[in-house]
């Protein structure tokens, strides 16, 4: 059992938790998820690790409550434990010297995954810049930890009440307006904002890393439900990803495939996905 170690609301609907799971933050690295379940007959769902501690053995995760699952893992407290915590899956992140600056997107909670990414990044000596997307200024999250590990943050805000008023593409475009040398770009969040982002520093070559969520089960590529199209060919992205290169992943196709189970995902019951049982 993996225990509930903190709690923390950090905005509306938006929660991060610290797991006890010391052979998961063992062999955790940046970029990488794991995949939980509330009980044993809850569905799996796949977080993007947040943090992690070798020392103290633990995983940050932070979720937003959106269907039957993230809200039975919202009404868990301090204490409770998870039935199950399997990780770390998936590649890590490739941490290496760029010739320019890393910058990593974050759009809502997808600014969570982006800290340890940004703190690799710099402790391999780039510069680090990190363009934090929320809708309004009170739900943005990870702030003070992200301003540890960056030379510079750009928040933008859908309304305008923080920062730059529009999308993280504007920002983006600010960077490459001023004349910054970009290495590579590292977006996180939904994937229509990801998708924006590619679009964006497509043309210009600027390297473009994205990291997908899309449905999955066993995390083990066997299931084949987290199949996405990247750059012609097939791809799993719990095995081959879930980082892949922005300007080759058939957005379209996943966005179709995301939308395919939404009304099952609100459903206020029990499910068990049965992707894969072949049933």
């Given at each position: 059992?993996?225990?509930?170690?903190?709690?923390?609301?950090?905005?509306?609907?938006?929660?991060?938790?610290?797991?006890?799971?010391?052979?998961?933050?063992?062999?955790?690295?940046?970029?990488?998820?794991?995949?939980?379940?509330?009980?044993?007959?809850?569905?799996?769902?796949?977080?993007?690790?947040?943090?992690?501690?070798?020392?103290?053995?633990?995983?940050?995760?932070?979720?937003?409550?959106?269907?039957?699952?993230?809200?039975?893992?919202?009404?868990?407290?301090?204490?409770?434990?998870?039935?199950?915590?399997?990780?770390?899956?998936?590649?890590?992140?490739?941490?290496?010297?760029?010739?320019?600056?890393?910058?990593?997107?974050?759009?809502?909670?997808?600014?969570?995954?982006?800290?340890?990414?940004?703190?690799?990044?710099?402790?391999?000596?780039?510069?680090?810049?990190?363009?934090?997307?929320?809708?309004?200024?009170?739900?943005?999250?990870?702030?003070?930890?992200?301003?540890?590990?960056?030379?510079?943050?750009?928040?933008?805000?859908?309304?305008?009440?923080?920062?730059?008023?529009?999308?993280?593409?504007?920002?983006?475009?600010?960077?490459?307006?001023?004349?910054?040398?970009?290495?590579?770009?590292?977006?996180?969040?939904?994937?229509i904002m990801m998708k924006s982002v590619a679009d964006a520093t497509r043309e210009s070559g600027i390297p473009t890393v994205v990291s997908l969520n899309p449905i999955m089960v066993d995390g083990t590529g066997m299931c084949g439900g987290c199949r996405v199209t990247v750059g012609g060919e097939t791809k799993f992205a719990c095995v081959d990803g879930p980082e892949?290169?922005?300007?080759?992943?058939?957005?379209?196709?996943?966005?179709?495939?995301?939308?395919?189970?939404?009304?099952?995902?609100?459903?206020?019951?029990?499910?068990?996905?049965?992707?894969?049982?072949?049933?």
């Amino acid at each position: 059992m993996f225990k509930i170690l903190s709690k923390e609301e950090l905005s509306p609907n938006v929660y991060a938790y610290q797991i006890d799971a010391p052979r998961v933050a063992r062999k955790a690295q940046p970029g990488q998820f794991i995949i939980l379940r509330t009980n044993e007959e809850g569905e799996r769902i796949p977080l993007t690790i947040a943090d992690f501690d070798r020392e103290k053995g633990t995983i940050l995760i932070v979720f937003q409550v959106i269907g039957a699952t993230t809200m039975k893992l919202a009404a868990m407290q301090v204490g409770d434990s998870l039935a199950d915590f399997v990780g770390p899956l998936g590649r890590p992140s490739v941490i290496q010297k760029l010739d320019g600056a890393m910058v990593v997107v974050g759009g809502g909670i997808g600014v969570a995954p982006t800290y340890p990414i940004a703190r690799a990044m710099k402790e391999a000596g780039n510069k680090v810049i990190a363009i934090m997307g929320a809708k309004t200024k009170d739900i943005l999250i990870m702030e003070d930890q992200m301003k540890q590990v960056t030379d510079e943050i750009l928040v933008t805000t859908d309304d305008g009440s923080r920062g730059i008023k529009g999308f993280v593409t504007y920002a983006v475009q600010a960077l490459v307006d001023r004349g910054e040398k970009i290495g590579q770009i590292t977006a996180i969040g939904p994937v229509i904002m990801m998708k924006s982002v590619a679009d964006a520093t497509r043309e210009s070559g600027i390297p473009t890393v994205v990291s997908l969520n899309p449905i999955m089960v066993d995390g083990t590529g066997m299931c084949g439900g987290c199949r996405v199209t990247v750059g012609g060919e097939t791809k799993f992205a719990c095995v081959d990803g879930p980082e892949f290169d922005g300007h080759a992943v058939d957005f379209k196709g996943l966005m179709s495939r995301q939308r395919m189970y939404r009304d099952l995902e609100a459903e206020e019951k029990d499910h068990v996905c049965r992707i894969g049982l072949g049933r």
